[in-house]
């Protein structure tokens, strides 16, 4: 089962910030945060993880809470193409532990 | 790099058929994932498997599925017999060993009518 609960669905105008939340209350002290998105009739893809630090790349930024019970993924200037489905997921680094997707949130960028 | 490449794109069969779904990882990735994707149930992960061994086969939803993984740079799921409530997009997935990112194909597109 997935650990992680997110917003069925979110709103964001074209150019402004979308801020996405999740909630891992569960989440415990060796499993990461990863964010994935998946475009309409596309294969899920990988956006950006953490542990307990921020994080920032070139496509989106990570703010994980001091207790990391949540986190909020951040686009920073959203546009059309960010319309997506998008699905935090916590896991371990063992080799063997599994990804396991929840229902996402599905983000529609407004013109 | 051509990403993890999934055929056929698209499979539309009749039930009862035996159906062939392939993957070809990404060269030097280690783990391979399928998953299951309808709109009743969301991301389903059926199978997965390290260095060609299955790990955990617990998602497959029962005996007429059966995934194998042959060498480094080859997996198939099977389904047989199919039933209309196979219909779904069968997406696989790889990753490096020790990398965390995993990347997933374009999916196949099962029609079981």
């Known amino acids: 089962d997935a650990k992680t609960t997110q917003p069925p669905s979110m709103d964001c105008a074209e150019g402004r910030a979308a801020n996405l939340p999740c909630n891992h209350s569960?989440?415990?002290?060796?499993?990461?945060v990863y964010w994935y998105r998946q475009i309409h009739s596309q294969g899920p893809q990988y956006i950006i993880h953490?542990?307990?630090n921020n994080e920032t790349n070139e496509m989106a930024s990570l703010i994980i809470t001091e207790d990391r019970k949540s986190s909020t993924l951040i686009l920073p200037h959203a546009t059309l193409r960010d319309t997506a489905v998008y699905y935090c997921i916590v896991r371990g680094m063992n080799r063997d532990d599994k990804i396991i997707f929840g229902k996402g949130t599905r983000l529609h960028i407004l013109p | 790099d051509a990403g993890v490449i999934q055929s056929p794109r698209h499979e539309v069969t009749e039930m009862g058929q035996e159906v062939t779904l392939r993957c070809k990882p990404i060269s030097g990735h280690n783990s391979l994932f399928w998953y299951r994707q309808t709109m009743m149930r969301g991301l389903e992960l059926l199978i997965y498997f390290n260095n060609n061994v299955p790990i955990d086969d617990s998602g497959m939803p029962e005996d007429r599925f059966s995934a194998k993984m042959p060498n480094a740079s080859f997996s198939t799921l099977k389904i047989q017999p199919s039933e209309p409530r196979d219909s779904a997009v069968y997406f696989c997935a790889s990753r490096r060993q020790g990398n965390t990112e995993a990347f997933f194909g374009q999916g196949t597109r099962l029609t079981v009518v």
């Open positions: 569960t989440i415990s002290g060796n499993e990461y």
């Open positions: 953490g542990l307990k």
